[in-house]
């Protein structure tokens, strides 16, 4: 089980920070990491973190959002700076139990889900 918290209403160019926790069932999670959607969109990839210590970004984010774990709490979280009005979404949080495909942006291969927080960035 997967908890989010964090999200909310902010400015364009303002700063927010999304947490999760995994809870419940002691397991290896290989990535932990964040998607998107907005309204009338496909759920996104964001960001994600693997347990080689690699993390991957989508094009959109990349040098604003950092993604990181804490492997003691079994915890990720997404730090959003510069934020975008273009980055208003529900956000959720994935965890990836199986170490292939390595690297993947696809949701559907990301079986542990959060609840979504909402994010919003007023222009």
């Known amino acids: 089980q997967l908890q989010a918290s964090g999200g909310g209403v902010v400015q364009a160019g303002g700063s927010l920070k999304l947490s999760c926790a995994a809870s419940?069932?002691?397991?290896?999670?290989?990535?932990m990491g964040w998607f998107r959607q907005a309204p009338g969109k496909e759920r996104e990839f964001v960001a994600a973190?693997?347990?080689?210590?690699?993390?991957y970004y989508a094009d959109s984010v990349k040098g604003r959002f950092t993604v990181s774990r804490d492997y003691d709490k079994n915890t990720v979280t997404l730090q959003m700076n510069s934020l975008k009005p273009e980055d208003t979404a529900v956000y959720y949080c994935a965890g990836k139990s199986s170490r292939t495909p390595y690297a993947t942006k696809d949701p559907g291969q990301y079986a542990y889900w959060g609840q979504g927080t909402q994010v919003t960035v007023s222009s």
């Open positions: 419940g069932r002691t397991f290896s999670m290989y990535a």
């Open positions: 973190a693997w347990s080689d210590a690699n993390t």
